[in-house]
């Protein structure tokens, strides 16, 4: 329905000199669509207070709504390309009413929850970067075209913004910051199994891919075979719209992106912060800002600020490390984790990451580490696995399982659901098999408790021994005796031939 669409967007921006990469194109598509969608939904909201005998009380003033600038038209209903801006006088009305217009929202906003204080953190950090209003004017055009009418509609602009996103996560080593796979997700939350009412956390969004996949799961009343599909009340869809869902992110292109994409899978007001989750001291965190359920993919080997480490009791300069301390705290008694973080958690013997290990394996119930194959995560270059932990316990027993999709992952090759199938159906009684074991916390480390480095590292036991190699010899011996072969059969067809 709109995949040509889309792909004459990209096509346009392609072509303007203020765009040069995936992450532009996404930037760029994201402001657009978010006022195309936010039209749409005053429409809608408008026609709804109509029904009920009431006036509606619209957002965006009259001069600046999508049908006044973007897509003007006449007493048909058509196109008005006479009153439509372009060129120059497009661009100096973006730059310097619009924008400024949309970014005054956050000011006059009653608080953070609301729809208007959302319009302003995202006009108040993405910009217009196309220079063309020729451009400019052929993209609204283009988006114009897109509708957020129906389930359908949403459904299928949700599927290809996340293309988009996808194709950033595939663009360089940037770009790998907002996209985690997919089928990793979805292994992630089937192992969790959230429920309506739940609170569901992630304090490192990115695009949000955790949060809406999350929110797929639920609408559809549990994945099949998993909790049963089961209609949900008008109650329970209310919950998964206003309390259901939180996050926060840092960057500046990434909360847009996450607003978008959660926005487009249905969530009209996305609780999503913008802030940087590790300025927050742990010892600020009450119960009240607590969840049942955090899914996250933190980012890893970057290196936070001194006084950043200040708000944590386990000082290290490790991103990843500190999300960690701060997804423990956050989560309630007795709620569940999946968490994403290099497999050299598992191992390292700096005093950080043994400290680390130690108040996992003691406080909480760590019974799950799902080893990922190299390249799950393209551009990442590194290895990583997922930590599926409870709180409040302390771990008797590590059940492990080695996913091996039995090929080379890639960008043409990626993880699909059906490499994770296995995992999912094992993890329910934590079963051996060649790919998983389980390890005895009590017989994890023999040193005394001053010098013990609760090491965790992946060693299957189970793994079948890889065949010796073949003397040289041998080899070449067999290599002649399939040239012999090969005469032989060239000689015969030759015979026929002839």
Known sequence: ???????????????????????????????MLFLKYLDDLEEERKLGAEVEGKDYQYIIDPQHRWNSWAAPKDANGNFDHNNALTGDDLIDYV?????????????????????EYKIGEIFGEIKNKLQSGYSLRDALEKVDELKFQTQAQKHELSHLYETK??????AGRNGGEYYTPRPLIRAMIDVVQPKIGETIYDGAAGSAGFLCEAYDYLRQGGRLG???????????LKTLQERTFYAKEKKSLAYVIAIMNMILHGIETPNVIHANTLAENLQDIQPSNQHDIILANPPFGGKERK?????????????????????????????????????????????AAIALRKELLQNHNLHTVLDCPAKTFLGAGVKTVVLFFTKGEPTQKVWYYQLDPGRSLGKTNPLNDNDLQEFVALQKTFSDSDKSWSLNVAELDTSPKETATF?????NPNAKEEADLREPKDIIAEIMALDKESEAILAKIQRVVG
């Not at 996103?165 to 595939?170: F, H, L, R, T, V």
């Open 455 to 459: 090491d965790l590292s992946v060693k």
């Open 1 to 31: 329905m709109f995949e040509k669409t889309f792909k004459s967007i990209d096509d346009v921006l392609w072509k303007d000199a203020g765009c040069s990469s995936e992450l532009d194109y996404t930037e760029q598509t994201s402001w």
């Open 95 to 115: 730059d310097g009413e619009l924008f400024p217009y949309l970014k005054g929202f956050k000011q006059r906003a009653e608080n953070p929850d609301t729809l």
């Open 307 to 351: 006084e950043v480490q200040q708000n944590f009791p386990i000082k290290t300069g490790e991103t990843a490390f500190l999300f960690l301390q701060h997804f423990m705290k956050a989560l309630k008694p007795g709620g569940r984790a999946a968490v994403v973080i290099k497999n050299t958690f598992l191992s390292n013997t700096d005093n």
């Open 226 to 236: 998993i909790e049963g599909k089961k209609q949900l009340s008008t109650r329970d």
């Open 165 to 170: 996103i996808k194709n950033m996560g595939n």
